[in-house]
Every structure is written in C-alpha cells, then in structure tokens.
DNA sequence: GACTCATTTAGCAATCCTGCTAATCGTTGT
DNA sequence: ACAACGATTAGCAGGATTGCTAAATGAGTC
C-alpha cells in the first residue's frame, strides 16, 4: 500500500476527474455500475454509438484513473467498476463541499 | 425554476463534470469554500499562478456550469459558490453508485 | 469629462482530446 | 499451422482547451 502522499493523491484526483468529464465514460460506469459491476469489453462497446476502438480507448481512460480494473478471461477481458475508489476519491472531495462545518 | 427535464439535466451534468476537470477551476471552489463563500475576482486571482485573464475564463466556465454565480458590487465583482448545485448534481450523480441497492 | 481601478474580451499559438480507419496482438478452435 | 474472434494500438484529422499579451468595458473618483 502506497503512503498517503499528498501530491499523489491531488495527481489521482485530477485523472479521476478528467476521466468524468467525458459523458460517454460516465455513461460506461452507469452501465457497469447497473450490470453488476462486471462485463467485458465487448458488451460494453456494443452499447455505445462509437466505434470499438474509441470506446477501447475510454475505457483505458477509465483503467489509468484507476476507476475500473481489467481481469483477461479467456481471449475477452473483464472490466470490473471500482467501487469503492470512485466513491472514495470524488465523495472525499465533494465532502469538503458539505453544509455543516 | 425549470422543469425536470431529463435531457436539461444531462446536460447540465455534463457541464459541471467538465467544468470540474481542471485542478484550477476544483482549487476556485476549494478557496471559496474556505474563504466563506464569497470573494472578489481579484482576491481569487492573486491567489493563482496564471495571470488574471486566465483565471476570469476558469470563472466563466465555472459560471456557466452553474457551479457560482456573480454579484456586482460596486466596481468588483464578488463570486458567490453554489454549494447546493455543486453537492446536488456530483453528490446526485455519486449516489448511484452507493454500495446499497 | 478625464482618470483610475477591477475585470473581462479579443486574438493567437501550443497543446490536448476525440473520433475515425487500418494494422496488430493474443487466445481459441479446427 | 491456420483461420476466426476479441480487443488493443498506431496514425491521422478536426475541434476544443488553456495559456499568454494587448485592448476594451464599466463603475467609482477628482
């Protein structure tokens, strides 16, 4: 487990964040999110209007914010929604937003 | 108030989430935050290592996100955070992925 | 009105993002 | 080995973002 570093911790905030900002990736996590957390990379791609390859590239967005992680089964490859980190990350920042205090 | 329409509140998401992607225009709402809610464009300026043009675009990008909303007060122009749209849209969005349901 | 201060707008260059198509890699099955 | 399948990588064009400097606006002051 790394140290609670600061800069690495702003520097994970800020991809999580940018990875956000893209509708389609948000949308990837709700799908996820309401599949059961799990699906491959096809049946991810083939729900959105894009081509495989940009959702591919979404999705790696997604795997370097650390907001998903991938696990090969077989020649697909899984991609498991984190949780707990999406959760983590944007709810600690946003929590600093909250009206009491 | 508007109506709840959907397709206006994705829209909306999408530009909050986009406006929240630069780690300068997330430390504008942070100072705010700290600093009561409230300060001068140029209070908020002095404080950033970009020159004030730079900054007056981030708040315009944050005022067209809804994120704060401006109050001309004699020849300043005082910043006002939107905690309630800030914590309504992220937290609403943030609360699909609760660990329950 | 002329002048100053606070802030924004205009305009430009560099960079990043997103979409595509074509080519590649790794696994499974014959 | 070969072909088929799932998925990613490479390369490119169009558009958005971000930073700057210089010029303009708008409100207060003399």
Same mark, same amino acid.
């Given at each position: 487990?790394?140290?609670?570093?600061?800069?690495?911790? !702003? $520097?994970?905030?800020?991809?999580?964040?940018?990875?956000?900002?893209?509708?389609?990736?948000?949308?990837?996590?709700?799908?996820?999110?309401?599949? /059961?957390?799990?699906?491959?990379? /096809? $049946?991810?791609? !083939?729900?959105?209007?894009?081509?495989?390859?940009?959702?591919?590239?979404?999705?790696?967005?997604?795997? $370097?914010?650390?907001?998903?992680?991938?696990?090969?089964?077989?020649?697909?490859?899984?991609?498991?929604?984190?949780?707990?980190?999406?959760?983590?990350?944007? /709810?600690?920042?946003?929590?600093?937003?909250?009206?009491?205090?």
């Amino acid at each position: 487990m790394a140290a609670p570093d600061p800069k690495r911790r !702003v $520097e994970e905030a800020d991809r999580v964040f940018a990875a956000l900002a893209h509708p389609s990736r948000r949308q990837i996590l709700l799908t996820l999110r309401f599949r /059961g957390g799990r699906m491959s990379a /096809g $049946e991810i791609a !083939v729900r959105f209007g894009c081509t495989w390859p940009t959702t591919s590239r979404h999705l790696a967005v997604l795997r $370097e914010a650390g907001l998903v992680t991938v696990e090969p089964r077989g020649r697909e490859r899984d991609y498991v929604l984190a949780t707990e980190r999406l959760n983590g990350i944007v /709810g600690e920042w946003l929590g600093w937003f909250e009206p009491e205090g």
